[in-house]
Every structure is written in structure tokens, then in C-alpha cells.
């Protein structure tokens, strides 16, 4: 089983500022990578495929980078609706898919 | 516009069984590979299963955790995807969400529109 490890845990950021989110694959998962947006009682979006592709009708502001093992996520001027859990998933490999465990995202 | 919408989650004892529907509206149902997570409350997404298009066979493929337990099914003609759940226990408690995605023999596209979910609460 793949394991995916999200840093940090929790993020606080400033209005405006830029918020980086790292994600870490236990082995290769090529470019099959994906991010989603999870705010409170809803179900998770997705914003990033195939490590670096926006999904459709997510912002311009949410970019993806990195193959393989490392990943980015990052967020160049964080708003307040962007407050959330933002997890990465591998789907290079199965059974199973594979989730990190999150990122917090909090306004500073 | 794509639609799916989950139901038959609920109240059930351990030991019981519950069959969860996915109606999905908007796109063409059977060709695409439908998937089930859920997630625990105050915890992260887990990947259940997943039953791939009739193109691709329209066979399950299960995490480690279900398996032998819980059964994908699909119906073309009725836009609907299955999650039997069998045996049921307590840590069966969760919100449970089905997606679509594009399979192939040679990979999986991410998931990308998610249902809301349906509360499966597993107790005595």
C-alpha cells in the first residue's frame, strides 16, 4: 500500500498571502496525483488532477507541481472561502487509493 | 449538469447489512468506473471500492478493509451504483460518497464529482 504523508498538519495564513501545502508518496505514483477541498459538512472537490491540472472551475489562485514522490499544492493569495482540509490522493496504484491525512488550512 | 446523489444510509445493529444507491443524472452512467469512499467523523477519506465501466469488464476491486463484506454493483439501464454492506461493525460508521471516474486497462483519471454522502451510523 502506497502511504501519503501531508505537511504540515495545520497552515495559518494570512489574507493575501501565499499558502503552500506538501504532500509525499511512499513510492512513485508517477503524476497520478490528485488534490481535493474539503470545508466543514460538506463532501471534498476536487481542484488538482494529474498533479498539476486544475479541475474545472477552480481558480486560478490553486496550482499544482511535482511528480512522483513529492507534490505541491499551493494556494498564491489565500481567501477566506479558501478556509479547509485539503488532502492529496494517489491513484497511481490500487486496491487501495490512497489519502494523506490532511492539511488544515486557517486564516491568520 | 452531473449529478450524484446517495441514499439508504442510516441507523443499523453490528452484524446487520445495508444496501447504499448512487443515482447518478447529467452524463453517460456506463462509461464510467464508479467509486465509493467514506470517512469517519473527525477523520480523513478512505477509498472502499470501486466497480469499473462494462467496457472494461464492470469488475469490483475492493480495499482490504471490506472486502469479503461489501459488494459493488452497478445498473446501466438505471444510472445507479450499489454498495452492499454486509456484517456490519461499529467502525462501519461513517459518511459514505460515491464518484465518478475514467478507467482504463491501462489507468485510472481522479475522481471528479462527488456526491454529498449518506450517514451510515453503525450501533446497538
Known amino acids: 500500500e502506497i502511504v501519503m504523508t501531508q505537511s504540515p498538519a495545520t497552515l495559518s495564513v494570512s489574507p493575501g498571502e501565499r499558502a503552500t501545502l506538501s504532500c509525499r508518496a511512499s513510492?512513485?505514483?508517477?503524476?497520478?496525483l490528485a488534490w481535493y477541498q474539503q470545508k466543514p459538512g460538506q463532501a471534498p472537490r476536487l481542484l488538482i488532477y494529474?498533479?498539476?491540472f486544475r479541475a474545472t472551475g477552480i481558480p486560478a489562485r490553486f496550482s499544482g507541481s511535482g511528480s512522483v514522490t513529492d507534490f505541491t499544492l499551493t494556494i498564491s493569495s489565500l481567501q477566506s472561502e479558501d478556509v479547509a482540509v485539503y488532502y492529496c490522493?494517489?491513484?497511481?496504484?490500487?486496491?487501495?487509493?490512497?489519502f494523506g491525512q490532511g492539511t488544515k488550512v486557517e486564516i491568520k | 449538469e452531473v449529478q450524484l446523489v446517495e441514499s439508504g444510509g442510516g441507523l443499523v445493529q453490528p452484524g446487520r447489512s445495508l444496501r447504499l444507491s448512487c443515482s447518478a443524472s447529467?452524463?453517460?452512467?456506463?462509461?464510467?468506473?464508479m467509486t465509493w469512499f467514506r470517512q469517519a467523523p473527525g477523520k480523513g477519506l478512505e477509498w472502499i471500492g470501486f466497480?469499473?465501466?462494462?467496457?472494461?469488464?464492470?469488475?469490483?476491486e475492493y480495499a482490504a478493509s471490506v472486502k469479503g463484506r461489501f459488494t459493488i454493483s452497478r445498473d446501466d439501464s438505471k444510472s445507479i451504483a450499489y454498495l452492499q454492506m454486509d456484517s456490519l461493525k461499529t467502525e462501519d460508521t461513517a459518511m459514505y460518497y460515491c464518484?465518478?471516474?475514467?478507467?482504463?486497462?491501462?489507468?485510472?483519471?481522479?475522481?471528479?464529482?462527488w456526491g454529498q454522502g449518506t450517514l451510515v451510523t453503525v450501533s446497538s
Open positions: 447529467g452524463f453517460t452512467f456506463g462509461d464510467y468506473t
Open positions: 494529474s498533479a498539476s
Open positions: 513510492q512513485s505514483v508517477s503524476s497520478n
Open positions: 490522493q494517489q491513484y497511481n496504484d490500487w486496491p487501495p487509493w490512497t
Open positions: 464518484t465518478r471516474a475514467i478507467c482504463s486497462t491501462t489507468g485510472c483519471y481522479a475522481p471528479d464529482y
Open positions: 466497480i469499473r465501466s462494462k467496457t472494461y469488464g464492470g469488475t469490483p
